[in-house]
């Protein structure tokens, strides 16, 4: 197609217009209307490529900026606009090529190694994460963006007090700054000042009140502090992020319709833990006269279908039978209106399968079943979990039956120590496995992991190991849970005591009878 200026420059003035608009949509549009009349103008590739990104179109947009840097490859605005695409459909590695040619090319561009200093983080390499986020700290010290990216590296890292400062300098050099009071609100609830952090968020808020981040940061303060009416109506805005949205469904959402007589979907979001925890709300929707249909992981179908008025589970990905309404099960506490003064207490609400687990000893000593670590791609993997190491003196100092209950990478910790423990791991491929094996023990003794969410919902004696910062379940200064009153919260006193955890726990192990009658 022939290059027509006069029309071209219309439409680029017209897309122009929409981008001064912030619709980004629709100057996109126009843009791409234009190329076909002037295919060599790397200009036009990016704006449509940059108006795609804005408007959420991220996979969308990365075709019209690789088209752009290969007609510009010398531009770094086009190079660092098509690392942040790539960053955001978690295509790390390529964006780190990206910023890193960025830099080739503007060496002190402080975008460049701040957002290089991110993709590093998310893709495993602190250090060198926090190597580049230095750099660009030396070259723009008074930028609150680059002191909130250092502080929030930082703080990943567990190096909260650094992470303060860094927060608390973004604030003053932009005291509207959204997200740099929000990151402080987090941070300071990791150090268990709960009244500033309060402060910190809602600040935050009343800058950015559409922001779903600054929302979920103030739930979890809430929550850990027991405020559920607030805290799980500000928790419905992980909706609107992108990593926690719950799966999508054609049927209404269950708002508060009359369920009699309903098909109701309930599907599982985020964590196995977080569906074992939820489930107990599961009774309620059948006793309002709901058929209650569960989505839910493949690996916890068979105990989730013994949950009291459960009418069909799904396993997976399988597809749902025709229903009436749906909701993301962690939006039933906020929808049945759960306080702490109305949680369901209705504990076993879990069974094991009444199959015999035939790995445990019959014999009469104490079978304590032990949970080290959690995932390792968990965001707070680094403080939930406990080095094995740290467990040799319970072990050893103890005269009772140990099972490890631990699946995963992690398992192998124990079987090179030439501890008397022994491994249940081959046995446990899923969660209906590991619930007989908790059945078979007398005591479970494990980190915040979708075990304790099991052990508890069965009804069994449970020792949560719980770091100095807790999940928002396990709340504040108490020994035990309104979720699980089987369970018993052994708390470290400062980040990364788990010395002390343990010293507590044989404690109380010392106390037990050594056999069981």
Request: glycine residues 6%.
């Amino acid at each position: 197609m022939a290059i027509e200026p006069q029309k071209v420059m219309a439409l680029i003035r017209a897309a122009a217009e929409f981008e001064d608009r912030g619709e980004w949509r629709e100057a996109a549009d126009l843009y791409q209307e234009a190329l076909p009349m002037a295919p060599l103008e790397a200009e036009l590739w990016f704006r449509a490529g940059a108006n795609l990104h804005r408007s959420g179109l991220t996979e969308e947009s990365l075709q019209f900026l690789e088209k752009a840097t290969l007609l510009s490859p010398e531009n770094a605005i086009y190079e660092l606009e098509r690392g942040d695409a790539l960053q955001g459909m978690r295509r790390l590695r390529e964006a780190v090529i990206a910023y890193e040619h960025v830099l080739e090319i503007e060496p002190k561009n402080v975008t460049a190694y701040t957002n290089l200093g991110i993709a590093l983080h998310e893709g495993g390499h602190p250090v060198k994460s926090i190597a580049n986020l230095e750099c660009a700290l030396e070259i723009a010290p008074d930028d609150p963006i680059v002191r909130l990216n250092y502080g929030t590296a930082h703080i990943k890292m567990g190096n909260v007090d650094i992470a303060l400062e860094q927060f608390r300098i973004a604030t003053t050099l932009d005291p509207n700054y959204a997200e740099a009071w929000s990151n402080l609100g987090f941070a300071l609830q990791e150090v268990r000042e709960y009244d500033d952090a309060i402060t910190s968020h809602r600040r935050a808020l009343e800058l950015n009140p559409e922001n779903p981040g600054i929302h979920w940061n103030y739930s979890m303060t809430l929550l850990l502090l027991g405020d559920y009416s607030t805290g799980f109506s500000e928790y419905e805005y992980r909706r609107h992020i992108s990593d926690k949205k719950p799966r999508a469904f054609d049927a209404p959402e269950w708002v508060d319709q009359d369920l009699n007589g309903k098909r109701l979907l309930i599907h599982a979001e985020q964590g196995i833990g977080d569906t074992l925890q939820f489930a107990r709300f599961l009774p309620n929707l059948a006793v309002m006269g709901a058929e209650v249909i569960v989505a839910t992981h493949s690996a916890a179908a068979s105990l989730i279908a013994e949950v009291s008025g459960v009418s069909c589970v799904l396993a997976g990905s399988e597809a749902p039978p025709p229903h009436d309404l749906q909701l993301p099960m962690l939006s039933l506490p906020y929808r049945l209106s759960i306080q702490l003064e109305n949680l369901p207490g209705a504990v076993p609400y879990i069974s094991a399968p009444p199959e015999p687990f035939h790995f445990v000893s019959d014999h009469n000593l104490l079978k304590i079943g032990l949970v080290w670590a959690g995932n390792h791609s968990h965001a707070n993997d680094r403080n939930r979990s406990c080095p094995f190491e740290e467990l040799v003196p319970l072990i050893c100092g103890h005269n009772a039956n140990w099972y490890s209950l631990q699946v995963g990478p992690r398992a192998i910790a124990h079987q090179t120590s030439k501890l008397p423990i022994i491994n249940l791991a081959p046995f446990l491929t899923n969660f209906g496995q590991t619930a007989a094996a908790i059945e078979a023990l007398d005591l479970i003794v494990t980190v915040d992991t979708a075990v304790a969410h099991l052990a508890g919902a069965m009804g069994k004696q449970v020792w949560i190991l719980l770091p100095y910062a807790p999940d928002w379940r396990w709340m504040i200064d108490r020994r035990d849970s309104p979720w699980y009153p089987s369970a018993t919260l052994f708390r470290q006193r400062k980040p990364g005591d788990w010395k002390y955890v343990i010293r507590k726990v044989a404690d109380q192990i010392a106390q037990l009878p050594k056999y069981k009658d």
